[in-house]
Nanobody, 123 residues
Framework: QVQLVESGGGLVQAGDSLRLSCAAS??????MGWFRQAPGKEREFVAS????????SYADAVKGRFTVSRDNAKSTMFLQISSLKPGDTATYFC??????????????????WGQGAQVTVSS
């Protein structure tokens, strides 16, 4: 199973930008996604990207502010976040899709997960 490790989280101010990285232990010939979970809330879809990066998808709440990308040569996926809001405060998880019976925005579609990176946005 592929191991995923997120990095790049931290404490930032509203309006700041941040880039999260997700490094994979091996090749990732599949769709990858970002999810986030705020305290007391369910994990929610943020973005997904197909293998060659040509197809991306975003949750409505982050469209225009978040950009997902990947560098397959380095087995790394990125999430560029701009205009951060306090509502973006959450633990961000990267994941590798392994179940094609579920849609890309469904957490059940993903069978490899990172440990999460905390992003805290102060107002």
């Amino acid at each position: 199973q592929v191991q995923l490790v997120e990095s790049g989280g931290g404490l930032v101010q509203a309006g700041d930008s941040l880039r999260l990285s997700c490094a994979a232990s091996g090749r990732t010939f599949s769709i990858m996604g970002w999810f986030r979970q705020a305290p007391g809330k369910e994990r929610e879809f943020v973005a997904s990207i197909n293998y060659n990066g040509a197809i991306t998808s975003y949750a409505d709440a982050v469209k225009g502010r978040f950009t997902v990308s990947r560098d397959n040569a380095k087995s790394t996926m990125f999430l560029q976040i701009s205009s951060l809001k306090p509502g973006d405060t959450a633990t961000y998880f990267c994941a590798l899709k392994g179940r094609n019976t579920y849609a890309n925005n469904n957490a059940a579609a993903y069978d490899s997960w990172g440990q999460g990176a905390q992003v805290t946005v102060s107002s």
